[in-house]
């Protein structure tokens, strides 16, 4: 997945849609333009750009203005399948898995936005979600 790519353009979303700066904080426009700045000129893993990525989505999200989860997805989807960073050591995965993550489509992305995540009920379906599971 091109994550700087996909920081890049959240940004820009935050800009087009009207973010606030709210200057000072973690959460404006201010800061996530900071956050690309620093990752444009450092050398982060894929897993801590990765952790930057989630924290600018959810701050867009959270601010308000008409970005939702769903959308955010969809642009993940659309990064995944330009260059991919360098792979971190992981678990083994199958030839099936690893061809189902190739395989990855635009059509994927407008299927995320068809049928957006349903509403997280209890912190265990929300833990369950946020990390990797299956509703």
């Known amino acids: 997945m091109n994550q700087l790519q996909a920081l890049r ?4 979303i935050a800009q087009e ?3 606030p700066e709210l200057p000072g904080t973690d959460i404006g426009l201010e800061h996530l333009r900071h956050m690309a700045d620093i990752a444009e000129s450092s050398a982060f893993s894929p897993a801590k750009l990765g952790r930057w990525l989630g924290w600018a ?6 601010s308000n203005i ?7 997805k969809a642009l ?15 678990p083994p995965t199958t ?17 995320a936005a068809k049928h957006p995540t349903p509403p997280l009920k209890s912190p265990r379906r929300r833990f369950h979600l946020l990390h990797g599971g299956t509703s």
């Open 17 to 19: 849609r009207g973010m």
């Open 95 to 111: 030839p099936a898995l690893r061809r189902a993550l190739e395989n990855t489509t635009s059509a994927d992305a407008q299927s």
């Open 66 to 72: 008409g970005v939702t989860l769903e959308e955010m």
């Open 57 to 62: 989505q959810c701050a867009l999200v959270a």
């Open 76 to 90: 993940n989807l659309r990064h995944s399948t330009g260059p991919r960073s360098t792979p971190t050591p992981g």
């Open 9 to 12: 353009d959240t940004v820009r």
